[in-house]
């Protein structure tokens, strides 16, 4: 039998931005999850005003105002002097010329806002543990199949599994990765503890021969977010 449900693989960012947006069309949708709990996985996340649109097309601009954190600019600054060289505000002009402010999250906080307003419109829109392990195409349905030996079948799936997706390798084969010579380290430090004079409240990004680091502050000001980017 042929689930009624568009069935959707993977619940990140991407899996249930779509489940919502099609929740808010009145198509049923299942998004089945390989992890065992859904947990705070990631750091920060710029969101400019053409994904904020979205997010807001979605119903989700209310709650995202209580996790957000407003920069003042974004600013480009001299790696060994931090003398500013670029600055560009994001200011009520930039939001009057965008229709939306430049925000900064943590990505739990946008992932736990989009999974609270799905399972708003159905409780048991997520299901967990559910590894997807061969997938079979016919011309009137797809075919899942799942580690636990169980599998479901449905007329639309779609690929949201990150980067080791095991249905991006049945539609296309198998894609080697490719080391760019790019290394990025990512960290979070509370701004309680760091202070607030020593990173402004910009999007700072410090640019010096083959690297630079960029940091900004999220969850309200409550965290500050850092990236070092080196060649290797």
């Known amino acids: 039998m042929v689930a009624k449900e568009t069935v959707i693989v993977g619940a990140g960012i991407g899996g249930v931005a779509a489940a919502l947006a099609l929740q808010r069309r009145d198509i049923p949708v299942r998004i089945y999850e390989q992890a065992s709990m859904l947990t705070e996985v990631g750091a920060g996340l710029h969101m400019s005003p053409n994904a904020l649109h979205v997010l807001y097309a979605l119903g989700l601009k209310a709650v995202l105002n209580e996790v957000q954190f407003q920069p003042a600019a974004i600013a480009t600054r001299h790696y060994k002097t931090g003398i500013t060289n670029f ?4 200011d009520e002009t930039f939001r009057k010329k965008f229709g939306a402010s430049y925000l900064e999250f943590h990505r739990a906080d946008l992932h736990n806002a989009l999974i609270s307003a799905a399972q708003a419109n159905d409780p048991d829109v997520i299901v967990l543990n559910k590894r997807v392990v061969a997938v079979t195409e016919t ?8 580690q636990d030996g169980s599998s479901t079948r449905t007329a639309t799936a779609i690929a949201a599994d990150g980067v080791h997706s095991m249905m991006r390798s049945v539609l296309h084969g198998e894609l080697g990765a490719e080391f760019t010579g790019h290394v990025a380290y990512r960290g979070l430090v509370s701004s309680e ?4 004079d020593i990173v402004s409240d910009d999007v700072n990004l410090w640019v010096g021969p083959a690297k630079h680091v960029v940091a900004y502050y999220i969850r309200r000001g409550e965290l500050l977010n850092y990236v ?4 290797e």
Do not use: R
């Open 139 to 146: 011309d009137h349905h797809v075919e899942l199949s799942f």
């Open 193 to 196: 503890i760091l202070g607030t």
């Open 228 to 231: 070092a980017l080196v060649e």
């Open 87 to 90: 600055k560009s505000p994001l």
